[in-house]
């Protein structure tokens, strides 16, 4: 226990060194190719935030561990929306550009609800796997293509250095976002290491250890990416990264191995008929939230943390049995999720009332002036 607490708290360490290094090289290749920070996040962050979901759910496959695999990848997409977008709103209100509400967030719910369509037959096959992968490769192309259009329009090619930093040469840029991958990676296989084997220690099914403490590991190099960059003014990288992320898991950490192991990969019924689509209503729920005023609010992200909570102790408490089971889930079915519900639709109708309000004040405005 002794050993396993130690590889946490190191795998901890490597992740902010990374995440850090990270950040710096790949804000810095932004301005040196002509890519917006929200491109960079969208594409090369969230590719190599993605690693260590990719090494895990590989991993898995091979051991005969499809749950594991699986609830990876469910679990990390979960927990990038509600756990780190809601910890990064809170430690600051996050601006999202319209590209991500009008293109990548509607992108990461169709790939959502495609994964429930695709397991809908008990695995993820050869086909199913090239069709994710596909996707992902045309969000990768057009996402470039748009960001390179901005950043001409813009005119943000200049040498000005992002996060603040001193000019680096390109050489370094690169080593940095090397190193960087190097670390997050390094340090997500020993803090996963560490708390599956508590958890297992402690009877947890490999499905629960996939959707909540593996997911949750191998999700620490988005949270420490997107806090890094919040905290040196990136925050489309940081709100890029995870959506990005959650595109990169469908489509390569989950489509890729499903193509590389002929048989595929077996998905339980539970994760069909529960995670999937939790995956896809959270996935949902940030598109409201994202539209109301182009930004996620501190108490949006307490909003989304609390959900995060709530999902988590439905799993312990289902998996354990215990005694409060049935009590905590009549609560959340009956009362929370649908006062829940509420209080997004109140409060998006607020917002689009606001804005078309905004938009009739603006165009009225010229009519002020006539005699």
């Known amino acids: 226990m002794l050993l396993d607490t130690v590889l946490v708290v190191a795998g901890l360490g490597l992740l902010i060194l990374g995440g850090e290094a990270l950040v710096r090289g790949a804000s810095t ?10 491109v960079i996040g969208l594409v090369v962050v969230s590719a190599a935030t993605s690693a260590p979901e990719f090494a895990v759910t590989v991993g898995a496959v091979i051991n005969d561990q499809p749950d594991l695999a699986v609830g990876n990848v469910v679990g990390s997409n979960i927990v990038n929306i509600l756990f780190i977008l809601g910890v990064s709103a ?11 509400v009008r293109i990548d967030i509607p992108v990461m719910v169709v790939l959502s609800v495609g994964v429930l369509l695709l397991c809908l037959d008990g695995k993820v096959d050869f086909v199913d796997g090239l069709l994710l992968l596909l996707a992902l490769v045309a969000h990768t192309i057009g996402s470039i293509i748009l960001g390179r259009r901005e950043t001409a329009k813009n005119n943000q090619e200049s040498e000005s250095l992002p996060l603040n930093g001193k000019p680096v040469p390109i050489w370094l840029a690169l080593l940095l976002l090397i190193v960087g991958i190097g670390l997050l990676v390094l340090g997500a296989q020993a803090l996963v290491t560490g708390a599956v084997s508590i958890a297992t220690s402690l009877g947890v099914s490999s499905l629960v250890i996939g959707l909540t403490v593996v997911a949750a590991g191998t999700s620490l190099p988005e949270l420490a990416t997107s806090i890094v960059a919040i905290r040196k003014g990136e925050t489309d990288m940081a709100v890029g990264n995870i959506v990005g992320s959650n595109i990169f898991n469908i489509g390569m950490v989950l489509g ?11 998905v339980a019924q539970s994760v069909i008929a529960i995670d999937i689509p939790i995956m896809i209503a959270a996935a949902i729920a940030l598109l409201p939230v994202a539209f109301t005023g182009f930004a996620v609010a501190r108490w949006e992200g307490l909003l989304f943390v609390a959900m995060y909570a709530a999902f988590t102790i439905y799993l312990i408490l289902n998996s354990t049995q215990h005694d409060a089971a049935n009590g905590f889930n009549s609560i959340m079915l009956w009362f929370v999720l649908p006062l829940l519900a509420a209080t997004l639709l109140a409060v998006t109708a607020y917002e689009v009332g606001l804005y078309r309000g905004k938009k009739l004040a603006k165009m009225a405005k010229p009519d002020s002036y006539e005699i």
Do not use: E, H, T, Y
């Not at 809170?90 to 991500?100: D, N, T």
């Open 29 to 38: 290749l932004a301005v040196k190719v002509g890519l917006s920070p929200l």
């Open 256 to 266: 890729l191995p499903a193509m590389l192991f002929g048989s595929g990969i077996p």
């Open 90 to 100: 809170i430690f600051a209100p996050l601006v999202i550009k319209r590209q991500l």
